[in-house]
């Protein structure tokens, strides 16, 4: 959405052993490695760049500290062998073999968490095949939705060892394997690309490149760890320096020159984190800038005393990492950095000394892209009616969240329990049940990467899916499930202007009445919500390409987007009661003789802008 577990002793397996032995991954692999960038993740100066190659590069590095071994029978490639067929750029790796993941017996990851899950595999296909052969009146397996495992897989793919399942990492292809692995287990079929589980995409990245120079008073500075940019820009200085007395910037002439200054850091406690807290050093900057503006400097410098190492660390969390986009459609042009004045804070530390008026920045701030890979899991259960089975129930989460970024009070992994583990284990939960005792309809499961990118895995699937998008009959998205008062639950996409279909608004109130009994808050649905809660979550492309769509939820709460989001402040109990009403709505809707419809009278309207005031209302 736009507790904490000890890591144990675990075997760690480096990323080529695991592209090297799961054929699933090698066809979208040889795909994007066959790109124009040539690699994965690319950078167009690798000798002078840090940034590693994603493969090559990343092959002794962590790609599963839950996965200490593979079958012995998917060890169909050597390591030294795809290292080195990485090292050259050679597309040729990884042929396509589109039938060895069609059947969930090959890929089997062992996780430490649970030590039943082959036998409970096998007993999860017998319960299939006898349900496959019986009617409508088979008894509805909603007690196969379990709090226990609903906690142990939230504990799994929360926990510190997933270090918080960033886009674009490989921690989020960690969480997205270990996310196959239990669709597997649960009897789930492979829905995704080649017969995989897996949909790959591309993200694309920009961001200010290390390779940048950076002089000041004759000391050469190293970007991204003496100086780093405040903002994505690209530009060229040679100009004299102004110091400034403390922050006053008044009656300076700045014109052509660059504008130099010491940041104090106020006498306060220690920042909180989250979407609502800025940096104050990013505030402060805001205000200086606001004031010379008119006087038109070269480059803003802000020094970084020591003593604000908590305030650089909140301003460089976004530096390494710069601005993604996706093209789903392929058709945008090349994004280029702005051109402009840069405003770059200097560590202290690393000057010659104190600067003086006069001396001189020299900066020549340039560049780099990138091609990242995230990815869409993508299972199914067909339905048992033969002229039903065509048609799909979307269930719909996100497996993906901040990852590791800067400490608050000690913690540095964000780990976004409840954003969004809670319903990436949730909708495992529901695959159980439809396992047990499949729909009429066909039941589709989609975890979507890259959600907090900006909605990326469901623009993706919606322009690329992997089931014809009309056949989709319903999406129903949960996001941050287990949290706040245990009677109530959200539901967005019940009122107007955002209802696109009252027969699946009016299903979803039939199951909560029959299943979970929440006190049912939709106040959030209102377009003129401060917080455009409908806006921010993977319902929003398919609501969008008019498929009916409703939002599961639990709203807000202070841990959101902080590294305090973890397991063990999840209401379990609560997550089970909405992980049930999600699930009796889709069987509401696999059952029903006739699809919900949608109303052609549904519009997205998003009443907010910049100065608080809401379509001419203003917010309490």
Known sequence: ?????????????????????????????????????????????????????FLADFAEQRVAELFPSLDAALHELPRATYVAALERKDPSIGAPDHGAYAQPKPFRLHVPYYPHMRTQTAAIVLVVTVAGTTGAGTRDPIDRIRESEIKADLFALAGDAMRGREAGTLDELTASAWVAERARAAGLQPAGDNGTYFQFFPINRL??????????????????????????????VDAPITVADG??????????????IRYAPADQAVQDAGPRTQAAMRVWLRGIQQKVSASAPAAIVIVVPDEAADQWDRVAVQFPRGVYELDPDGTAPARAAPKGMPALYVHEAALAGPLKNDARLVAAVTTDTFTYPSVNIVAAIPGRDARLKEEYVLFSAHQDHDGVRYPVKGDDIWNGADDNATTAVAVLAIGRAFAAQPGRRSALFVWHGAEERGLMGSRWFVKHPTVPLKSIVACLNGDMMGRNEPTTGALLG????????????????????????????SSWDDPNHREGWYYRSDHLPYARAGVPALFFTTLLHADYHTPFDNPDRIDVAKLTKMTRWMYATGRKVAEAERAPAFDPSFKLERCRDSTGNYCGRPQD
């Open 207 to 236: 961001r200010v490149s290390t390779s940048s120079t950076v002089t000041l008073d004759g000391k050469a500075l190293r970007m991204g760890t003496d100086v780093i940019t405040d903002a994505l820009v690209a530009a060229n």
């Open 247 to 260: 922050d006053n910037v008044d009656g300076l002439a700045l014109k052509d020159r660059v504008l130099v």
């Open 1 to 53: 959405m736009d507790g904490r577990v000890v890591r144990g002793e675990i075997e760690e397996e480096p990323l080529v052993h695991l592209a090297a032995r799961l054929p699933a991954f090698r066809p979208a692999w040889r795909q994007l490695v066959s790109k124009q960038h040539g690699h994965l993740v690319d950078h167009p100066s690798e000798a002078r760049s840090p940034e590693p190659r």
């Open 494 to 521: 019940a009122l107007p202007p955002h209802r696109n279909s009252p027969e699946l608004v009016q299903m979803a109130l039939d199951a909560n009445k029959a299943v979970s009994q929440f006190t049912v808050d």
